[in-house]
């Protein structure tokens, strides 16, 4: 059974940074894109930032360009985004996202994690 589980979150400062983890379990890692994604009250939730499978592409929201890194480790099945010079506005619900389309079938094939709350306050 698939299984991404977030962790990391929590209450920072303004200019303050964190770091998430996610942790896949169940699914042949290294064949998945991974992402993070967010969502603040009242909003949709919107990309952060995605790394290919083998890890050698990356691209960010304009929001977060400069601050944030994704990282990934096909070894361990983890991927983590550190965050850095934190703002209010990064407060959400940030969540874990694996990604894959098959490649005879095109099925694909994807999972969320339970989210991990990051709350910047000024």
């Known amino acids: 059974q698939a299984q991404l589980a977030e962790s990391g979150g929590g209450l920072v400062q303004s200019g303050g940074s964190l770091r998430l983890s996610c942790a896949a379990s169940g699914i042949t890692f290294y064949t998945y894109d991974m992402s993070w994604y967010r969502q603040a009250p009242g909003t949709e939730r919107e990309l952060v930032a995605r790394i290919s499978s083998r890890g050698g592409l990356t691209n960010y929201t304009e929001a977060v360009k400069g601050r944030f890194t994704i990282s990934r480790d096909n070894a361990k099945n983890t991927v983590t985004l550190q965050m850095s010079s ?37």
């Open 86 to 122: 934190l703002k209010p506005e990064d407060t959400a619900v940030y969540y874990c996202h694996a990604y894959r389309t098959r490649i005879v079938s095109r099925f694909v094939d994807e999972y969320w994690g339970q989210g991990t709350q990051v709350i910047v306050s000024s």
